[in-house]
């Protein structure tokens, strides 16, 4: 006799989309939370992140409004509004992930650690449960890189950023991924210092094309840039913190955030009772995210790592995740994740948007038949009338022009993603020949599109038909 049909650990973005889809389907849940409903998306990630970028592009926005021929005095920053703007954006959007809301729904919410006794049962708040189908989404958490005297200082991470009494008078932040950037450039425009050491270059993974243009608005942000510096130690000093890199620079601090990187939540869940494989990337599954050991299991969200794809830590991958697992474990149907549409986009002020793979990844699988069109924000009307226009539309097609990759770098990238996630694997022609609303920032996708077909139709070719064509009455 089993307790439930499925089994769902952690009530983050993906637990809960593959319980909301189960129970929906009339199907018996338990969902298994030990820390908040909602996860780090609503409580330490993408929420609070955004809800701090608004405060920030507001502030940053008062203190250009000179531009317009809008006179403001400078910005005063009320540390305890933001706070209050960014507690009241969890609070409205909590009620969707509550356990009330579950409970309503006919899922049994338990709020407890789980961990798993055998391939097929789960042990929490002190009972057992056996299930039919268990989904683990216990999520990641940020990683804790061996600096040398990292365990004697205080340091932040995303969970403890967010509740700060007040602001840091001087931020060093230390990776520059999405998390730190974004958590820079709020800061910075909220009145704080912050320095940014990154042992690479900015936003890495994205098309060095788009780097210029953030790198720039960064340092006017007054963000302290170390690309290529690696933290050599850090240690206590006085109220604050000392970080020294490895050129021996010295940086003094308030508060040190870590942003390099995530690590999954593999400790206490009792994976090798349960038999289900694991690395410290995630839980091993197939592209239809079971694990590779254990028939009755599968893996959502930051813990899976599907094999060929690696994990990917992004809200809108747990959805897709929850969809793949609802047709796969629930329907039985064939299912296969595939990342070749995957929008990410990073938030900052230009914001980077990356759709599908960029041509570097797309050149390291082999792929040599690419075609590049660009088309800069510089001739993009709305964004000349907003006086914002600094940036790219970068397109990478194969040579009948179906769509493989985009990337933005400008204001609000990430409103164009879901265009081009639309577009991704069809000819650009749909896009150039698409008719779009005159001004919007968009017009530069359709542009770029049209670049595609620009040099065609200036051939030879065209210019003799047309020749012939004029003539005729
Ligand atoms: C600062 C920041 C900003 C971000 N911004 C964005 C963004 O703008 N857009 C975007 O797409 N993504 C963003 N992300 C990423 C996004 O937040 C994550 O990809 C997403 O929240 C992962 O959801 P999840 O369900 O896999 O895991 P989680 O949200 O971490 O949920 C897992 C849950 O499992 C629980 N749990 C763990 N172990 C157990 C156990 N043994 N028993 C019971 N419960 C357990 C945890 O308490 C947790 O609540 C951001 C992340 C951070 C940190
Ligand atoms: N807007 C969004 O969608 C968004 C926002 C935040 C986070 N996220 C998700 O969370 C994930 C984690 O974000 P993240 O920024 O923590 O990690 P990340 O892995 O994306 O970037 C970490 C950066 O830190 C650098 N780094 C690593 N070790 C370092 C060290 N010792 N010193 C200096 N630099 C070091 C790396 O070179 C890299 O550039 C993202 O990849 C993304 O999936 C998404």
């Known amino acids: ?140 958490a940020a990683i804790v890189p061996p600096i040398p005297g990292l365990a004697e200082v205080p340091f932040l991470t995303n969970e403890t950023l967010f509740a700060l009494d007040a602001p840091p008078g001087h931020l060093v932040v230390v990776g520059g991924g999405p998390i730190g950037l974004e958590m820079a450039q709020a800061h910075a425009r909220l009145g704080c210092r912050v320095s940014l050491i990154e042992s690479a270059r900015i936003a890495g993974r994205e098309d060095p094309e788009c780097i210029a243009p953030l790198r720039a608005a960064l340092l006017e942000d007054g963000v302290a840039l170390h690309e290529g510096a690696e933290v050599a130690a850090v240690s206590r000093d006085g109220p604050g913190i000392a970080v020294v890199l490895g050129d021996g620079t010295r940086i003094h601090g308030t508060h040190l955030l870590l942003a390099v990187g995530r690590a999954p939540r593999l400790a206490g869940l009792g994976l090798d009772a349960g038999g289900i494989a694991h690395s410290p990337r995630g839980i091993a599954t197939t592209r239809a995210l079971r694990s590779t050991t254990n028939r009755r299991v599968w893996a959502a969200g930051d813990i899976a790592d599907p094999e060929g794809l690696g994990p990917r830590a992004f809200t809108h991958v747990c959805s897709q995740h929850a969809g793949i697992i609802a047709r796969a474990m629930l329907f039985r149907l064939p299912a296969r994740l595939s990342y070749d549409a995957l929008p990410r986009v990073t938030y900052t002020d230009p914001g980077i948007a990356q759709i599908g793979p960029t041509e570097a990844e797309l050149r390291a699988a082999g792929r040599e038949d690419l075609v590049i069109t660009r088309w800069p924000l510089a001739e993009n009307d709305r964004l000349v009338a907003e006086g914002r226009a600094e940036g790219l539309v970068k397109l990478v097609a194969d040579r009948k022009g179906r769509l493989l990759g985009a990337s933005v770098v400008g204001p609000g990238a990430g409103e164009m993603a879901g265009m081009f996630a639309l577009a991704i694997g069809r000819r650009l022609s749909a896009l150039a020949g698409a008719v779009l609303p005159y001004p919007t920032a968009q017009e530069a996708a359709k542009r770029a599109a049209g670049e595609f077909y620009a040099p065609k139709l200036l051939s030879p070719a065209v210019k003799r038909i047309l020749g012939l064509l004029k003539r005729l009455p």
Do not use: Y
Not at 38 to 47: A, P
Not at 87 to 104: C, K, L, Q, V
Not at 116 to 121: H, K, Q, R
């Open 1 to 140: 006799m089993t307790d439930c049909d499925v089994a769902v650990i952690g009530a983050g973005a993906a637990g809960l989309s593959v319980a909301a889809i189960s129970a929906g389907l009339g199907l018996k849940v338990a969902l298994f939370e030990r820390a908040a409903m909602g996860g780090d998306c609503l409580n330490h990630g993408c929420v609070p992140s955004k809800a701090l970028l608004a405060a920030a592009h507001a502030a940053h926005a008062a203190r250009r409004a000179g531009r317009f021929g809008v006179v403001l005095p400078p910005p005063a920053i009320d540390w305890a509004g933001v706070r209050a703007h960014v507690a009241g954006a969890i609070a409205a959007i909590a009620p969707n992930d509550s356990e009330e809301r579950f409970t309503a729904m006919g899922v049994t919410v338990v709020r407890a650690a789980a961990r798993f006794v055998a391939p097929e049962a789960i042990e929490a708040a002190g009972r057992r449960f056996r299930f039919r189908r268990a989904v683990v989404a216990a999520g990641s």
